[in-house]
């Protein structure tokens, strides 16, 4: 009788090894997609100019505002602990980078990216966040200094980096407003959580102190330090589970009960200013990310103001739809903010509503060029 036991071992061993060799060459694959998807990030932000030919712009995008972006109000150097507002931009001169730009600040007393002579009775004011602050571009490329210029009014920057229209409202009570002829609004999609809260709450704002104040940059800090080989295919693959995990019904949802709301919250936090506005005209326009811009706010806005209940001067408030005025060539390619060309079209378009307002009973001490 034959013995065949060592042939089945044999065939075993040789079908084990096979395995094996398949497991590791998979691995190998893996591995080395992983470390070229990695070399290839690093390269595209080394020279971000080129991003926008690669096929993968979205996610670079992603990877960008994830885990590379410098953000100001989370930088001691740059912001300060307000108990009213959590922080304003600090008062001095300062640097603020990332990777496509590179631009100068100086902050006046107010904690606002504007001069003190702006501060004197000033008769146009720009209160919103990021996009009127003027993320990315120096100071004078900004919407409000372009108004500024070309229409010789004083116009005072009070924008601050992320603030709601609340905080934005409360920014305007400190502003000298004995001249006041104009308000510019800009508002923004994300400004909608922090208005509901101040509603929600009986009218009172969230005030964050100071440790928690210290506490976020200090994980913002960590966050920014821990820089290792892998990170963007980490900061990738995170960001791939949350979106399979999102509830994309309740998403749709949300959305579309709250674009009604946006528009009640924001008209319901004008009507609490604590600034008089009833000789102001009031321009809005909304700003957001790159693709993300609509009329939905826009138009109900418009409708809400002009059916509602409310005093002239609410509803006299002029609406500009950014997303028909705006397109990529208006927007950094990594960044989602708005370049200098950007600051551009919306100052033209803020200067055209303000030629066609009827000056006020007192007139003005400037006079258009």
């Known amino acids: ?14 079908k084990r090894r096979k395995i094996i060799k398949v497991i590791a060459i998979n691995f190998a694959l893996i591995a080395l ?33 994830k885990g590379v972006r410098n953000v100001i109000q989370f930088i001691p150097e740059y912001t300060k602990y307000d108990k ?23 902050v006046n007393q107010l904690g606002t990216r504007d001069d003190e002579n702006s501060l004197i009775s000033p008769d146009a004011v720009v209160i919103g966040d990021s996009f009127a602050m003027g993320w990315g571009v120096q100071q004078d490329e900004t919407f409000a200094q372009v108004i500024e210029h070309k229409s010789n009014l004083k116009v005072l920057n009070a924008a601050v980096s992320s603030y709601g229209t609340i905080r934005e409202m409360g920014m305007l009570a400190r502003v000298d407003t004995s001249a006041l002829r104009y308000l510019i609004i800009q508002y923004s999609d994300n400004d909608f959580n922090e208005n509901k809260a101040f509603l929600g709450n009986e009218g009172a704002f969230f ?9 976020s940059l200090k994980l913002y800090s960590q966050r920014k330090k821990r820089h290792y080989f892998g990170k963007y295919i980490h900061t990738m693959i995170s960001g791939l589970v949350g979106k ?5 019904t309740a998403k749709f949802e949300e959305g579309y009960t709250t ?11 004008l ?42 001067y609410i509803k ?51 006079s258009w060029e």
């Open 1 to 14: 009788m034959i013995n065949t036991k060592p042939t089945i071992k044999f065939h075993l061993v040789t």
């Open 33 to 65: 997609i992983l470390v070229t998807t990695e070399v290839f990030v690093t390269l595209c932000f080394a020279f971000p100019s080129v991003c926008k030919y690669t096929p993968v712009l979205k996610v670079l995008r992603v990877l960008y505002l």
């Open 84 to 106: 009213d507002l959590f922080y304003t931009l600090k008062p001095g001169s300062f640097e603020f980078y990332n990777l496509e730009f590179k631009t100068n600040y100086y």
């Open 207 to 215: 005030a964050y102190g100071n440790k928690m104040f210290h506490h």
């Open 244 to 248: 399979c995990s999102y509830d994309e």
């Open 259 to 269: 674009k009604i709301e946006e528009a009640e919250a924001f008209v319901n936090l």
């Open 271 to 312: 009507m609490k200013s604590q600034v008089n506005l009833q000789d102001v005209e009031i321009i809005v326009t909304e700003l957001n990310s790159y693709g993300n811009n609509d009329s939905d706010f826009v138009g109900n806005l418009n409708r809400i103001v002009k059916s509602g209940n409310y005093p002239e």
């Open 316 to 366: 006299n408030i002029r609406v500009i739809d950014s997303s028909k005025i705006l397109n990529k060539k208006h927007y950094f390619i990594l960044d989602d903010h708005i370049n200098k060309e950007g600051h551009e079209v919306i100052a033209g378009e803020i200067l055209k509503v303000m030629q066609n307002y009827k000056p006020n009973s007192q007139g003005s001490k400037h």
